[in-house]
């Protein structure tokens, strides 16, 4: 299966943006590439995710290389409370067991500095 | 809307009983897993229903179970309760099956086993 790698941790100073990376050499064709991330005391909350194209949404966008081995989560001005522990996450289209369940690794987790 | 409910939001119980966990999906959602989160382990998948049916399940003992009811309403056990199984146990919910989807969470059961 393919994996993923990111930072363990990441400080950010407030309002200004956070570019999240996450490495993943050996995505396949066919695995789409999600962000979670997990604030204290919550469950894990579905960020964004995306195939191939960059995609944007209210919370954050999603910069995917042009070979899609490594992605790019950015939060445009970081407010404290986007403090959270981030995952990058592969889905894969083919195995539509495994790609149902969410394989979360250690993530990184970012500090926003008032 | 309402989001995902887990009930009870804190339990404690002793080694050996058991515990029934339950979960109320987003209305109109129909597929639901769960995860186990611990310090030493962090999030690892459970099992996933849809449409009343186990699709999925991850690297458990048969302690572990769940099953889900013809509202989406699901609910997991833990037989002979270990001092182990202490964790969060989130429950997650998406609309169908499809990597295409994201998964919204409720804010987990915290167990506690003495």
């Known amino acids: 299966d393919a994996k993923t790698t990111q930072p363990n941790s990441m400080e950010s100073n407030e309002e200004e943006p956070v570019h999240l990376p996450c490495n993943h050499s050996t995505i396949s064709g066919t695995d789409y590439i999600h962000w979670y991330r997990q604030l204290p005391s919550q469950g894990p909350e579905y960020v964004i995710h995306g195939l191939t194209s960059n995609v944007n949404n209210r919370m954050a966008s999603l910069a995917i290389a042009e070979d899609r081995k490594s992605s790019t989560l950015i939060l445009h001005r970081a407010t404290l409370r986007d403090a959270a522990v981030y995952y990058c996450i592969l889905r894969d289209l083919r195995n539509n067991n495994a790609g149902n369940m969410l394989t979360f690794g250690g993530g990184t987790r970012l500090m926003v500095k008032p | 809307k309402a989001g995902v409910t887990q009930t009870p939001r804190y339990l404690i119980k002793t080694r050996g009983q058991q515990v029934t966990l339950s979960c109320s999906p987003i209305?109109?959602?129909?597929?639901v897993s769960w995860y186990q989160q611990t310090p030493g382990q962090g999030l690892q998948f459970l099992f996933e229903?849809?449409?009343?049916?186990?699709?999925n399940k991850g690297n458990f003992p048969g302690r572990f179970s769940g099953r889900q009811f013809s509202n989406s309403r699901s609910e997991m056990n833990v037989s002979t309760l270990e001092l182990g199984d202490s964790a969060l146990y989130l429950c997650?919910?998406?609309?169908?099956?499809?990597?295409?989807?994201?998964?919204?969470f409720g804010s987990g059961t915290r167990l506690t086993v003495v």
């Open positions: 997650a919910s998406s609309l169908v099956r499809g990597v295409d989807y994201g998964y919204t």
């Open positions: 209305s109109g959602h129909r597929s």
């Open positions: 229903y849809f449409s009343e049916t186990q699709r």
